[in-house]
């Protein structure tokens, strides 16, 4: 039975059809190994691009929003986009758009003018490059220019469409708020990252995690009074943070508050959107 078997095995291998066939096969295969051996070499699949880190991942995800932008949002993303690019290193694609998104702010192609978005690139760039005192006074100008449209619409915008008084001022705002509160902190200057600190809590009241900061402003500014005061407050919006339970129990004040505040605790700490 064996026997029968093997030259059964034999006399198939010496068919001339099925030798063609595996020969074919073999041909086709190794042919799909040099053609991929030869487009890595030759950069037509490049492996070093595949996004392994979040921020490429970022930057990919923002590419794909612009895209699908509308003309009223299309800056705001713009120059996330163009953030993400230089926080990944892509610094020559960040110009690139930058250059894109100075052209259509000029030629008045988007319906604001965004041209505080661009100090905001320019300065989120210095900070990247350690450059810390240009990106400070970048985005303290982004954040006056900001403001100051805000203030005009709002004083001379009427009372119908008027932006200002149904949105408050622009997210660029608060965002270069956020930026200098961490510089001027880098930069131990405790008076000047409380400032950015109070004007952007009056934008966005409810931000637990911007009372704890100011707290820890004002208790490295040596105001623990203040720094209570902050803490408590942000306890109350984000009452299932235990560290700062802690600083509170540490500076003598009271942690009672009702855990029951889950929707005010979502949306001062966006734990509601994960």
């Known amino acids: 039975m064996v026997r029968t078997r093997v030259v059964g095995a034999q006399s198939g291998m010496n068919d001339p059809v099925l030798r063609i066939l595996w020969v074919i096969f073999f041909v086709m295969l190794l042919g799909g190994i040099l053609t991929g051996i030869m487009a890595l070499l030759n ?3 490049d492996i070093s691009k595949v996004p392994e880190t979040r921020q490429a991942r970022q930057v990919i995800a923002l590419k794909a929003e612009l895209d699908e932008a509308e003309n009223d949002t299309k800056a705001a993303i713009w120059q996330q986009y163009i953030v993400a690019l230089l926080v990944n290193g892509q610094e020559r694609e960040a110009d690139k758009e930058l250059t894109k998104l100075k052209a259509q702010i000029a030629n008045e192609t988007l319906k604001e003018d965004r041209a505080a978005y661009v100090l905001f690139i320019e300065a989120s760039r210095a900070r990247i490059q350690g450059d810390i005192d240009t990106a400070i006074s970048t985005y303290e100008q982004a954040r006056d220019e900001t403001y100051a449209k805000y203030e005009d619409e709002l004083k001379n915008g009427g009372d119908d469409g008027n932006w200002a008084k149904a949105n408050g001022p622009d997210e660029v705002y608060s965002k270069c708020l956020a930026a200098l509160m961490n510089l001027y902190e880098q930069k131990k200057d405790y008076a000047s990252a409380i400032a950015a600190a109070d004007a952007y809590i009056e934008a966005n009241e409810t931000d637990a995690d911007a ?40 500076l003598g004040g009271n942690t009672d508050v009702d855990k029951t505040m889950d929707t005010d605790t979502d949306k001062a700490t966006g734990e509601g959107d994960r």
Do not use: V
């Open 43 to 45: 950069g037509t699949i």
């Open 211 to 250: 009372l704890e900061r100011r707290g820890d402003f004002n208790l490295a500014n040596n105001d623990e009074a203040a720094a209570l005061a902050d803490y408590e407050k942000a306890f109350r919006f984000n009452p299932y943070n235990t560290d700062l339970e802690k600083k509170i129990s540490d």
